[in-house]
C-alpha cells in the first residue's frame, strides 16, 4: 500500500451515522467563535452526497425564514461532531436538485415506509 493511501485511511471517520440522499438529518457542528467553541445544528433534506476517500462531502438543504439554504459539510472532517437520521424518504434519483424550485407541499419526499 502507497503512503498516500495508508494517511487517507487513518483520517476517515467511521463514526458518523449511515445515511443516504433523501434522509433528513441533524447535523451537529463545532463552531469556533473566538475563543469559545459550541456545537450548532444544522436540520435539512440531504440533496447530493459524493462519494470518495478523504474529499467525500454532502450537501443538507433547508428553507430558513422562506429561503432555501444549503450547506456542504466534508464527511471526514473533524469539526463535525455526529449526525443524527430523522426520517427517511424513498428517492430515485442520486442527486435531488429539483428541490430546489419546489415549494411547501410540493417539496415532501415519500416516506421509505410508505408504499
Known amino acids: 500500500m502507497n503512503p498516500v493511501e495508508m494517511i487517507e485511511r487513518e483520517q476517515m471517520r467511521a463514526d458518523l451515522a449511515s445515511f443516504q440522499v433523501g434522509d433528513t438529518v441533524k447535523v451537529h457542528v463545532r463552531i469556533k467563535e473566538g475563543e469559545k467553541q459550541r456545537v450548532q445544528v444544522f436540520k435539512g433534506v440531504v440533496i447530493r452526497k459524493r462519494q470518495g476517500k478523504t474529499g ?6 433547508k428553507v430558513s425564514y422562506g429561503i432555501g439554504v444549503e450547506r456542504i459539510f466534508p464527511s471526514n472532517s473533524p469539526l463535525l461532531e455526529k449526525i443524527e437520521v430523522l426520517s427517511q ?24 415506509n410508505f408504499r
Open 56 to 61: 467525500a462531502t454532502f450537501t443538507v438543504r
Open 89 to 112: 424518504a424513498r428517492v430515485r434519483r442520486s442527486r435531488l436538485y429539483y428541490l430546489r424550485k419546489r415549494r411547501g407541499k410540493a417539496a415532501r419526499l415519500k416516506d421509505k
